[in-house]
């Protein structure tokens, strides 16, 4: 089994992206959040895919804005 880790400030449109790429997605769970920074939200993601093995990929596709709340996501596929 894979695991990927993403994070997002649209928890809801980021799980329909996935579940369109992945038909086997499950166990999808918030790790943290919210965070006040796309900075903290990419360290936590970062952290959390070297600590549990799992894909990732810096950057995220929301954009930093002001007051956003950052969640980091991980599921399995």
């Known amino acids: 089994m894979s695991c990927r880790i993403g994070m997002t400030t649209n928890l809801e449109q980021r799980k329909a992206y996935w579940e ?3 038909s086997t ?6 790790l943290a ?6 900075a903290e939200a990419q360290r936590k993601e970062t952290e959390l895919a070297k ?7 810096p950057g995220g596709d ?4 002001t007051g ?8 399995n596929y």
């Not at 600590?51 to 990929?57: D, I, L, N, R």
């Not at 929301?62 to 804005?65: F, G, N, Q, S, V």
């Not at 956003?68 to 599921?75: M, T």
Request: net charge neutral.
């Open 20 to 22: 369109g790429q992945y």
């Open 25 to 30: 997605l499950k166990d999808w769970q918030i």
């Open 33 to 38: 959040g919210p965070l006040s920074s796309k």
């Open 51 to 57: 600590k549990y093995g799992c894909e990732s990929h």
């Open 62 to 65: 929301d954009p930093d804005y």
């Open 68 to 75: 956003a709340k950052w969640y980091v996501y991980g599921f």
